[in-house]
């Protein structure tokens, strides 16, 4: 039979033994199980540390890599003389420069429009042809190289045709046309793709059946123009091939010889170093309550993370590792700290320059590299260097990832040693419990042997009761 020790405790000894054992099992427990809570706090604490950490350094590497590759200050101004002829959009491949451009001729697709044998529309969309009967179209694309193709009309009507040609996906496309006239009205037009390459004919399987037409203008032609004194042909009226990274968009023929030129664009390289300075601050900001001693910041203890952010640091005060011959460093084209840690910009100075010496802003930025990687060992300027870091910082075998990983097991060990406790404090409430029960049995007994003794002695004959 199981004894309940706990209801038992203090019955003989005068006192409340189940909240001394609490008291002492509390005592026992407690400098232990404080010291595991503490620490669980303290690495939880570092762990969303070092998330905030990393999500601010991330800021910083964005930015950088804004201004990583030589591609990223490829940004030009555009000027076009005749923009209602053409237009021009000039990518980060593109070169300083300038083009006489004359548009002679715009590439055009073929517009062929098919009727019934003998009539010039279609009565309705839901006209019977061929009485009723499926029937095929064979459509023949190309010049030189010709190409046939077979469509199948299994509803034979107009809308039949216009749906069967599109659901054949060529690079032919067909729609139903309703001029709105009185009487018979429709026209199944067939369109293709730009260029002389791509005309064809449209033949049916019936004889007799249908007309074909093309339209005078309405044949498939080449664009025509000429760039710098040279002639070129092209199926279509976005042209890309002629001037690297230039785009040329063209709407009609120009009136003459048009004058495009490239210019660089220092706006959008001044709006990306305005950019990573921001980003530098903003992290700057986050970092310094991580690290700051004298308000228990989370990291403040952390000498590796705090060698880090100076590196950091560093290298955006340092000489750039890819040095231009007049801008060495940042501070020669106006970003410097601040007595609180923060960067600044002098307006003035970052416009002279990217005006006067914007090679060598873009070689202390980009190391004059295109692609960079953070593989191997290379000098790569400023915003390859930063990001090189950050990334070495962030990687799976980086302090930031192995820091956390190391934290997280120290938490699952301390809360294990956590439950390893109580079972010890359960084990110890159990020995008092039952150290308690023996002491208080043996009180019963005392107190029982004393009250027999009592009544003997009363009731010995020469006892005085009086």
Same mark, same amino acid.
């Given at each position: 039979?199981?004894?309940?020790?706990?209801?038992?405790?203090?019955?003989?000894? $005068?006192?409340?033994?189940?909240?001394?054992?609490?008291?002492?099992?509390? =005592?026992?427990?407690?400098?232990?199980?404080? %010291?595991?809570? %503490?620490?669980?706090?303290?690495?939880?604490?570092?762990?969303?540390?070092?998330?905030?950490?990393?999500?601010?350094?991330?800021?910083?590497?964005?930015?950088?890599?804004?201004?990583?590759?030589?591609?990223?200050?490829?940004?030009?101004?555009?000027?076009?003389?005749?923009?209602?002829?053409?237009?021009?959009?000039?990518?980060?491949?593109?070169?300083?420069?300038?083009?006489?451009?004359?548009?002679?001729?715009?590439?055009?697709?073929? %517009?062929?429009?098919?009727?019934?044998? $003998?009539?010039?529309?279609?009565?309705?969309?839901?006209?019977?042809?061929?009485?009723?009967?499926?029937?095929?179209?064979?459509?023949?694309? $190309?010049?030189?190289?010709?190409?046939?193709?077979?469509?199948?009309?299994?509803?034979?009507? @107009?809308?039949?045709?216009?749906?069967?040609?599109? =659901?054949?996906?060529?690079?032919?496309?067909?729609?139903?046309?309703?001029?709105?006239?009185?009487?018979?009205?429709?026209?199944?037009?067939?369109?293709?793709?730009?260029?002389?390459?791509?005309?064809?004919?449209?033949?049916?399987?019936?004889?007799?059946?249908?007309?074909?037409?093309? @339209?005078?203008?309405?044949?498939?032609?080449?664009?025509?123009?000429?760039?710098?004194?040279?002639?070129?042909?092209?199926?279509?009226?976005?042209?890309?091939?002629?001037?690297?990274?230039?785009?040329?968009?063209?709407?009609?023929?120009?009136?003459?010889?048009?004058?495009?030129?490239?210019?660089?664009?220092?706006?959008?390289?001044?709006?990306?170093? %305005?950019?990573?300075?921001?980003?530098?601050?903003? =992290?700057?900001?986050?970092?310094?309550?991580?690290?700051?001693?004298?308000?228990?910041? =989370?990291?403040?203890?952390?000498?590796?993370?705090?060698?880090?952010?100076?590196?950091?640091?560093?290298?955006?005060?340092?000489?750039?590792? !890819? @040095?231009?011959?007049?801008?060495?460093?940042?501070? *020669?084209?106006?970003?410097?700290?601040?007595?609180? $840690?923060?960067?600044?910009?002098?307006?003035?100075?970052?416009?002279?320059?990217?005006?006067?010496?914007?090679?060598?802003?873009?070689?202390?930025?980009?190391?004059? !590299?295109?692609?960079?990687?953070?593989?191997?060992?290379?000098?790569?300027?400023?915003?390859?260097?930063?990001?090189?870091?950050? +990334?070495?910082?962030?990687?799976?075998?980086?302090?930031?990832?192995?820091?956390?990983?190391?934290?997280?097991?120290?938490?699952?060990?301390?809360?294990?040693?956590?439950? *390893?406790? +109580?079972?010890?404090?359960?084990?110890?409430?159990?020995?008092?419990?039952?150290?308690?029960?023996?002491?208080?049995?043996?009180?019963?007994?005392?107190?029982? !042997?004393?009250?027999?003794?009592?009544?003997?002695?009363?009731?010995?004959?020469?006892?005085?009761?009086?």
């Amino acid at each position: 039979m199981a004894v309940d020790y706990i209801n038992t405790l203090g019955a003989g000894a $005068g006192f409340n033994t189940k909240e001394i054992v609490t008291a002492l099992v509390n =005592a026992e427990r407690a400098p232990e199980e404080s %010291r595991l809570n %503490r620490r669980i706090e303290t690495s939880e604490s570092e762990i969303s540390a070092l998330a905030q950490a990393a999500s601010s350094l991330q800021l910083i590497q964005t930015a950088a890599d804004d201004l990583k590759d030589t591609s990223d200050f490829n940004n030009f101004v555009v000027s076009n003389s005749q923009e209602t002829a053409f237009t021009v959009a000039a990518d980060a491949n593109a070169s300083i420069g300038s083009h006489n451009v004359t548009v002679s001729a715009v590439a055009k697709e073929q %517009r062929t429009n098919l009727t019934p044998n $003998g009539a010039t529309e279609f009565s309705s969309a839901s006209q019977l042809l061929n009485s009723g009967a499926a029937f095929n179209l064979s459509i023949d694309i $190309g010049d030189s190289s010709t190409v046939t193709h077979s469509v199948s009309v299994s509803t034979a009507t @107009p809308q039949g045709m216009v749906d069967a040609i599109n =659901a054949a996906n060529l690079d032919v496309t067909a729609q139903l046309l309703d001029k709105g006239t009185s009487g018979s009205n429709y026209i199944v037009q067939l369109i293709g793709q730009s260029g002389t390459d791509n005309q064809f004919t449209v033949t049916p399987s019936v004889s007799n059946m249908l007309t074909s037409d093309t @339209p005078s203008g309405e044949a498939a032609a080449n664009a025509s123009v000429i760039v710098n004194g040279v002639t070129y042909s092209r199926p279509s009226n976005s042209i890309n091939d002629i001037v690297s990274g230039v785009t040329f968009n063209l709407n009609g023929a120009t009136s003459g010889s048009a004058s495009v030129s490239l210019a660089q664009d220092t706006s959008a390289v001044d709006t990306k170093i %305005r950019s990573l300075v921001a980003a530098y601050n903003d =992290a700057k900001v986050t970092l310094n309550e991580l690290t700051n001693r004298e308000n228990g910041g =989370a990291l403040a203890g952390d000498s590796i993370f705090r060698q880090a952010i100076r590196s950091v640091t560093n290298t955006f005060l340092n000489m750039s590792s !890819t @040095p231009g011959t007049n801008i060495t460093r940042l501070s *020669d084209l106006g970003v410097s700290i601040n007595r609180s $840690g923060f960067l600044e910009i002098s307006d003035a100075k970052l416009s002279t320059a990217l005006s006067d010496h914007f090679n060598d802003v873009r070689k202390v930025f980009s190391a004059e !590299t295109e692609q960079q990687t953070s593989s191997g060992i290379a000098s790569r300027g400023v915003s390859g260097d930063l990001s090189k870091l950050i +990334e070495d910082l962030s990687s799976s075998t980086g302090y930031l990832t192995t820091q956390t990983s190391k934290l997280n097991t120290d938490v699952t060990s301390y809360e294990s040693e956590l439950e *390893d406790l +109580e079972k010890k404090m359960e084990a110890l409430q159990s020995r008092y419990n039952s150290q308690f029960a023996s002491m208080n049995s043996l009180i019963d007994s005392l107190n029982n !042997t004393k009250d027999n003794l009592v009544t003997s002695f009363e009731n010995l004959p020469f006892t005085n009761k009086d």
